[in-house]
T-cell receptor, first 114, second 113 residues
């Protein structure tokens, strides 16, 4: 079965430090890749997406992610986090063989400390 | 503000009771989705509607029914609620079936005792 794994359930990080959230997927077919952010008591917001082209994707709020096909990964990075980045982050993959439906990872909670 | 609106925001039910979760979007999107969110499991698709008049099962449809009332509204019904359906439910929309969900509501927190 196709799956998405977010390797860290929680990531504490100090303000202005860099952060990397890891995401790996299992698939040998073409995929579309997404990162969503969920602030407390809110729905998900799309941060960025990879559909094709350059493997380095830039999103909103200073986030970027890199698609690595050989490692089946799509890690999310931000060079300097703010308190307001405290949220839960979800990696999601759309497997073309599965009708383009999204499969979500379990989420990573980022807690930014002052 | 434009977006996806869900009602109610919170609900407590007893086992066996029924209820309908409401969702409406005002962005003229064709596709709408219902997900449930459980700790450590991300979001799982319950049902989706690619366009007005069509609905299809997602990953976890058992125990649920849906109605795409018109282009704006997509409701989720629990006919006989079970404790396993305690979850946070999100409605989402996208412009086209080939697009992934872009706009989410704020969720309905449902507890079943």
């Amino acid at each position: 079965a196709q799956s998405v794994t977010q390797l860290d359930s929680q990531v504490p990080v100090f303000e202005e430090a860099p952060v990397e959230l890891r995401c790996n997927y299992s698939s040998s077919v073409s995929v579309y890749l997404f990162w969503y952010v969920q602030y407390p008591n809110q729905g998900l917001q799309l941060l960025l997406k990879y559909l094709s082209g350059s493997t380095l994707v830039k999103g909103i709020n200073g986030f970027e992610a890199e698609f690595n096909k050989s490692q089946t990964s799509f890690h999310l990075r931000k060079p300097s986090v703010h308190i307001s980045d405290t949220a839960e982050y979800f990696c999601a993959v759309s497997f073309k063989a599965a009708g383009n439906k999204l499969t979500f990872g379990g989420g990573t909670r980022v807690l930014v400390k002052p | 503000n434009a977006g996806v609106t869900q009602t109610p925001k919170f609900q407590v039910l007893k086992t066996g009771q029924s209820m309908t979760l409401q969702c409406a979007q005002d962005m003229n999107h064709n596709s709408m989705y219902w997900y449930r969110q459980d700790p450590g499991m991300g979001l799982r698709l319950i049902y989706y509607s690619a366009s007005e008049g069509t609905t299809d099962k997602g990953e976890v449809p058992n125990g649920y029914n849906v109605s795409r009332l018109n282009k704006r509204e997509f409701s989720l019904r629990l006919e006989s609620a079970a404790p396993s359906q305690t979850s946070v439910y999100f409605c989402a929309s996208s412009p086209h079936p080939d697009n992934q969900p872009q706009h989410f509501g704020d969720g309905t927190r449902l507890s079943i005792l």
